[in-house]
């Protein structure tokens, strides 16, 4: 198995950048999707496969990858997008598993 | 409109069983692979198990092998989860989730979910 590593919190003030990173070897051979949890809600994919945006997904969130660190980042950060992002991948081990980063909790101050 | 509904889920005693079950629609189920998510109360996601799209090849989290069976009825649109032998770390929210496959960069994502239903494990 592998295992992807996210800081557990990060805070941003209303309207400035944020990047939360997401480190692990499967990166390396597998893309990273990213997922936007609020309380007490299903999450929501905010970045699929090779950085890409799904529709309905504001502009404002963007990824990006370098060998084993993907990060994602909010340009211009809202008070909605405070909530918990997880990244994810295939397993390093190539046995079609999947992996999730702990997760990052996003303050909007 | 996709939708995904989950059920089953409920109070069980360790060492019982548990079936969870997925309705979908609003997409053709027999075309996307499946998987089950769970979330044990205030921690992260957990992969659980997945599907191919005609059930014949299954995965399992280590956690969970031996002791769940992923399994799905094209002709029903429904996913389920055989949950046996069930441990008080088994406690979670269970999430139904569909795979999307992306043929351009030749990988995967969970595009929908649903809204998850909870399992219990406790005496």
């Known amino acids: 198995s592998s295992e992807l590593t996210q800081d557990p919190a990060v805070s941003v003030a209303l309207g400035q950048t944020v990047r939360i990173t997401c480190r692990g070897d499967s990166l390396r051979r597998y893309s990273v999707s990213w997922y936007q949890q609020k309380p007490g809600q299903a999450p929501v994919v905010v970045i699929c496969p090779k950085d890409n945006r799904p529709s309905g997904i504001p502009d404002r969130f963007s990824g990006s990858s370098s060998g084993n660190t993907a990060s994602l980042t909010i340009t211009g950060a809202q008070a909605e997008d405070e909530a918990d992002y997880y990244c994810s991948s295939r397993d390093s081990s190539g046995n079609h598993n999947w992996v999730f980063g702990g997760g990052t909790k996003l303050t909007v101050l | 409109e996709v939708q995904l509904l989950e059920s089953g889920g409920g109070l069980v005693q360790p060492g019982g069983s548990l079936r969870l079950s997925c309705a979908a629609s609003?997409?053709?189920?027999?075309?996307?692979?499946m998987s089950w998510v769970r979330q044990a109360p205030g921690k992260g996601l957990e992969w659980v198990s997945s599907i191919s799209t005609s059930g014949s090849n299954t995965y399992y989290a280590d956690s969970v092998k031996g002791r769940f069976t992923i399994s799905r009825d094209n002709s029903k649109n429904t996913l389920s989860l055989q949950m046996n032998a069930l441990r008080a770390e088994d406690t979670a929210v269970y999430y139904c989730?569909?795979?999307?496959?992306?043929?351009?960069?030749?990988?995967?994502?969970?595009?929908?979910w649903g809204q998850g239903t909870l399992v219990t494990v406790s005496s």
């Open positions: 989730a569909k795979e999307q496959w992306l043929v351009r960069v030749l990988d995967s994502y969970f595009d929908y």
């Open positions: 609003g997409f053709t189920f027999s075309n996307s692979a």
